[in-house]
Structure formats: structure tokens, C-alpha cells
């Protein structure tokens, strides 16, 4: 599966065809949102919590209430870190009439918002297939990086 998507991305880093890994990635959230009852929101932020990916239905425009989850996942994480209290990187979670899923890949940080009767089993699915893409993800970015620093000692 990493490979599949690994290789999407590097023809995607190609002149041609442009952005084939991406908008197949696209693809994939745009057919969950409307396959999966309930889902409402998915969003991936990096390190400086700038959106990296974001897909709502029209309905869900809660920009406070959208960052304040941010905010938490965030938090979360960083005392699952200062506690030592094991590398937890998904987290399910519920809030009022809602279910939220927030996970962590690398510098990346993701937050799922569906409704109390969503199929958690495919919301997890999502995940899953969302962590493989970041992990791909970050390691090209870590390699180009390492490259780049390469670059400008030599």
C-alpha cells in the first residue's frame, strides 16, 4: 500500500501529468465524505497548524469550533508526550451529539468530525488509509530536506 502511494506521489512530483497523486488522493476524501454517513469533517494540519488538507460538507462551517478541536488534538498529544505515558498516535473521542477521531503522523496532525451514528469501523478506515498517505508524505519531505541541507554544506 505505501509503495502504491509512494509511487502516485512521485509521478506527481513529475512534469506530466501534474498533480496525479494528489488529486487521486482528492479523489479518495471526496468519494468518503459522501460514502460514509455522517462525516462532516476531515482535516490534517502540519507542525505550525497550517491545513494541509481539508474537506467539510457545505453544512459543517464552524471555524471556532474547528480550531478549538485543533487546539485540543495538539494539546493531547504533546501531554500524551510529556507524561510518558506511551505513543498513542489515534485518539476516538466523543463530544455532545458527535463522534471525533484524531490521529498524528510525523509533524502532521489530523481531526475526523462525524455525527454519534457514523460507522466508526469505516471512519477508521479512512484513518488508516489518511496515515498511510501522511507517513509517504513525510518521508518525502524528511528526504528532501536531508537533501537540501546536503546541498548547502557541500
Known sequence: MELEIERELMEANSPSPPDIGESQFEKMLGEAMT?????????????????????????FHEPRFEEALIDRCYDAFDDIRKLHVGSSDIMTLFYGAMQVVQFRVGPYYGTIVCDFITNMGMVHNLVSRIRDFLKVLSSISKDSSERSREGDAG
Open 35 to 59: 460514502s460514509i454517513d455522517g462525516l462532516m469533517l476531515v482535516t490534517v494540519t502540519d507542525s505550525d497548524r497550517v491545513p494541509v488538507i481539508r474537506e467539510a460538507l457545505a453544512v
